[in-house]
């Protein structure tokens, strides 16, 4: 019998028959994991666990603990949806299941609309699948007969004519088959813990001008436990819903003019620009220089980058001058462009380019979602021009950068990925496997854990991603540290060195908050609307007790706006407790209240949001301490 020998992530290696699958290997290894087993991977792909293995590999058993395995998981429950859908529904044509961040989704044409009830009872019978605990089998296709098994489905044959190149598969359980590239779990039966959680509309492809869709969505966990536990977040997360709050305090609105931009009002305007002033010091502290780029492009220019080849998709494409231009999606190329205007020498590098251009990417409509994926948005970006002797150090600086932010400033822990070359990616495996083994480097030195991320790199380079927890316990990606050998490259860009000699730079990209329309959405939830002082659109408000103290409240707050607090006085005929709980139900930090006491003695009573008050606060040295907690950007408010 032919043998294969399979290599753990650990450097431990084990002969198994040729024909074994990652099931039985992950039996040699202990039975919960067989049971946990949801997918492998082979390098950077994922193959069904229940497939057999012809060739010596290093192999990863994915489970739920896993990204992929979780996306696995929730594609295969997605699979069950639309069984059960077609088992109620038989006239339903299915479309498209894919995963997304909130859970998965399945879009589907039928004349009959679905209605809460209808959901009630799909997910029932999606537990009925579940306990029947079927086989799931992968079938290989080719073109005649995929068309043969889908030809009721004009959907499923538009994806077939497009995918057809690359090969077709589809996967069966009981009844029901699905085209579908795969992996899935092994059986339905591990499905156990779903809930469909909302309806939508959706056109197909994201395109108006195609037909109108019906979209559920759904969540799924391999526990009952961990689904309730989801339950009850989602039910704190609705409170706490960016949009839901954004329109609530006055900060931004949509509209359909303009599907996903958001219209940023005084307020949210307020926030953006106090975000961005707060990284515009921290760059003249670390040797930034901020540039102001063009909005348009011609595509020579993104062919130029590999973006036209690589990204197209995602690019607002448009006509200039009878040529084909795009609407900017990404700011590196427009850098490497400034970087190749003058001549560079060894003492210009590290040259630190920072830009906070609007950004424009073509997200299908289905996935648009308030601020947190858009169209439209603006990141703080930059990008690092270094010689490679300096590019350690650089790494270093920006790790602590990252760190300083993250938990000097908003207290939020995070994680860290390394984000490995990915199937569709410029440049020789030799320079990809410099690039990732100097980020794996630094983040060894910095001691520093971290996971691998396979084949989820810029088709450009690796990059290290950073992985917040808000306070619902959810993780966003948020900064990102990314190693380029190849924009230099195609852009020719060189420096002079020491020796005289013309050398070709390496490139960092870079974001610490991300997207700033993301990260407001973020902390907009994080917070729960209640922002830190520093970052509130109105930072006090003055009440007065009657008009009488009017002139004493415009006092106090002329001092503060002399230290550049924002502040407004309330001078409204209305009861002290009125306007008190109006300024709270505007969450705002410090409501002051004025009258006889106050204004005879120079003093201030001061309410925080939490309900502490304080009576008889000398009026200079409030000013004072306000001024002391935002320069600080401290988080609480200390009276």
């Known amino acids: 019998m032919q043998k294969i020998t399979i290599t753990l992530p650990n450097g431990s290696a084990k002969e198994f028959p040729r024909g074994a699958t990652g099931l039985e290997i992950a039996e040699s290894i202990g039975k919960r994991l067989a049971q946990d087993a949801l997918a492998i991977k082979i390098g950077g792909e994922l193959k069904d666990v229940f497939l057999p293995l012809e060739k010596s590999a290093p192999i990863r058993i994915v489970t739920w603990k896993d990204k992929e395995g979780m996306e696995v998981f929730r594609h295969s429950t997605a699979h069950l949806l639309a069984q059960a859908v077609l088992r109620l529904f038989p006239e339903a044509k299915p479309t498209i299941g894919p995963v997304v961040e909130e859970g998965f989704y399945y879009d589907f044409d039928l004349e009959h609309h679905f209605t809460p009830e209808d959901l009630a009872r799909i997910e029932q019978e999606m537990m009925k699948i579940a306990k029947e605990d079927r086989t799931v089998e992968r079938m290989e296709l080719d073109e005649k007969e995929a068309k043969k098994l889908f030809k009721d489905n004009p959907y499923k044959l538009e994806i077939i004519d497009e995918q057809e190149k690359e090969g077709l598969s589809a996967y069966k359980q009981g009844e029901f088959t699905d085209l579908c590239r795969g992996p899935h779990v092994p059986r339905t039966g591990m499905l156990r813990a779903v809930k469909l959680t909302k309806l939508a509309g959706a056109y197909w492809r994201g395109d108006a001008k195609n037909r109108q869709l019906q979209r559920i969505y759904g969540i799924s966990f391999p526990e009952e436990k961990m689904l309730k536990q989801h339950l009850a977040m989602l039910e704190e997360a609705k409170k706490r819903d960016h949009r839901v709050l954004g329109q609530k305090l006055d900060l931004f609105s949509f509209d359909e003019v303009s599907p996903g931009a958001p219209f940023f009002h005084p307020k949210g305007t307020i926030i953006y620009n106090e975000l961005l002033s707060f990284i515009r010091e921290e760059y003249r502290k670390r040797g930034y220089d901020e540039v102001i780029t063009p909005l348009i492009y011609d595509r020579s220019l993104w062919e130029a980058s590999g973006h036209w080849q690589h990204y197209r998709e995602n690019m607002f494409v448009l006509e200039v001058d009878g040529k084909e231009a795009s609407l900017k999606s990404m700011n590196c190329p427009s850098h490497c462009v400034i970087y190749g205007k003058s001549f560079k020498s060894y003492r210009d590098l590290p040259l630190r380019i920072a830009d906070f251009a609007p950004l424009h990417r073509n997200e299908l409509r289905g996935v648009l979602a308030g601020a ?153 939830e994080h917070y729960a609307g209640k922002f830190p002082l520093w970052l509130a659109p109105e930072q006090v408000r003055i009440v007065t007790v009657a008009d009488a103290y009017n002139e004493y409240a415009e006092k106090v707050a002329g001092a503060l706006r002399k230290e550049n607090i924002r502040v407004r006085v309330d001078k409204r005929a209305e009861s002290i407790p009125k306007k008190v709980r109006e300024a709270q139900l505007g969450y705002i930090p410090l409501i002051v209240t004025v009258g006889e006491k106050e204004a005879s003695s120079d003093t201030v009573a001061v309410r925080t949001l939490d309900g502490k008050v304080k009576f008889g606060v000398e009026a200079g040295e409030f000013v004072r301490l306000v001024r002391k907690i935002v320069a600080e950007k401290a988080l609480s408010i200390g009276l």
């Open 372 to 524: 947190t994926r858009v169209r439209k948005f603006s990141q703080d970006d930059a990008h690092i021009f270094l010689a490679p002797g300096q590019v350690e150090g650089e790494i270093f600086a920006l790790i602590d950068f990252l760190d300083y932010i993250y938990t000097g400033v908003f207290d939020f822990e995070y994680s860290i990925e390394l984000s490995t070359k990915p199937e569709s990616a410029l440049g020789s495996a030799e320079l990809w496997e410099k690039a990732e083994a100097s980020l794996a480097s630094a983040l060894k030195k910095k001691k520093l854990p971290y996971r691998i991320n396979a084949g989820d790199g810029a088709f450009y380079g690796p990059k290290i991603d950073f992985h917040i927890r808000d306070a619902l316990g959810r993780n966003w990606q948020l900064g990102t540290i990314q190693l380029d050998f190849n924009l230099p490259e195609r852009f020719g860009l060189e420096y002079e060195d020491k020796d005289g000699r013309r050398k070709r730079p390496i490139m960092i990209h870079r974001a610490l908050l991300g997207s700033i329309e993301r990260f407001m959405a973020i902390l907009i």
